[in-house]
């Protein structure tokens, strides 16, 4: 009973320190630029707003965590939203 107790709590601890999920979502390059072009081709103001809240919310996360994923996202967002 024992072993199977601690075999089981071992298993929780390996499932719950593993890698976390991101806070934010992850686009390829293609679909932020058709999402961006879907928001400014429907003058959807709302959506572009979240955009820019987006860009936003991946550079604090990035400097705030020093998370290199954010940070390429950022700077792929940034690109987007500046229409380079």
Known sequence: MKK???IFSLCLTI???GKK????????MAQKREIYREAKKNNDEKKL?????LRDRLELE?????????SEEFYQW??????V
């Open 49 to 53: 707003k979240e955009l820019r809240e």
């Open 4 to 6: 199977t107790l601690l």
């Open 15 to 17: 499932i719950g320190c």
């Open 78 to 83: 940034d690109a987007v939203l500046k229409g």
């Open 21 to 28: 999920e991101p806070s934010y979502p992850i686009y390829t």
């Open 62 to 70: 990035a400097k705030k965590n020093n998370d290199p994923v954010a």
